[in-house]
């Protein structure tokens, strides 16, 4: 087995590419950097745009809030996700041998198709002709949903499902949140997500001390 992370064209200079070690070793495991771009890649710049074919660190779609935006990520999301797929080609390539009986194959990776394939439902506004929009910590299925600061740090609140929102409700003390119009139900609180949690940086409502919201 041979995993290779070099820009496209290099293993071939130094006379190591595919063709050559199959040569010595019919059983070859071969994985590769994907051939698709010659240019160098660092975990920034493979982050790709839910928008566009192409990674741009400028367009990152879905990750920030209204003040700053776009943000990375905290961890390097490309890399782990292009080794774990780079894993499977290789355990993909181990079983068919087993299977069939046939040795030997070359497979690529892509940090940046790897993320896009993981993108997950930011995918669903794509497919809808949508424009995916940044929203903080909110979360696109629930509302509310987000981080809260309180008394004695920080908590996250995904209300997901009916009772789950209710008991928010139970919880700050508020039932009459429950009966009104703009929360009663769960596809109205979506859309009136901004009035349970207002984009940081907006001025501060009668309500918001009982949230726990900060400014």
């Known amino acids: ?26 059983s070859l495991v071969y994985v590769q950097r994907s051939p698709a771009s010659a240019r160098p890649v660092r975990t920034p710049t493979s982050r790709p745009t839910t928008r566009s074919s192409r990674a741009s660190p400028a367009r990152w779609t879905i990750n920030g809030d209204e003040r700053l935006t776009p943000l990375r990520a905290g961890f390097p999301v490309c890399d782990t996700v292009g080794g774990l797929n780079a894993a499977f080609a290789v355990m993909a390539a181990l079983f068919h041998c087993q299977r069939t009986g046939e ?40 509302a509310p949903s987000g981080t809260f600061r309180t008394q004695d740090g920080h908590i996250n609140i995904a209300a997901n499902k009916q009772e789950q929102w209710e008991a928010v409700c139970d919880v700050l003390g508020s039932p009459e949140l429950k009966t009104d119009p703009r929360f009663q139900e769960r596809d109205t609180r979506k859309k009136n997500r901004w009035a349970l949690t207002p984009p940081r940086g907006a001025p501060r409502r009668a309500d918001d001390a009982a949230l726990g919201r900060g400014p």
């Open 1 to 26: 087995m041979v995993i290779e992370n070099f820009r496209p064209g290099v293993m071939d200079r130094l006379g190591l590419g595919y063709d050559v070690l199959r040569g010595i070793n019919l």
């Open 103 to 142: 040795a030997g194959s070359s497979t690529s990776r892509s940090r940046t198709r790897s993320c896009r394939s993981w993108a997950g439902w930011p995918r669903t506004f794509l497919i809808g002709g949508q424009e995916p929009q940044v929203m903080g910590n909110d979360n696109f299925t629930a």
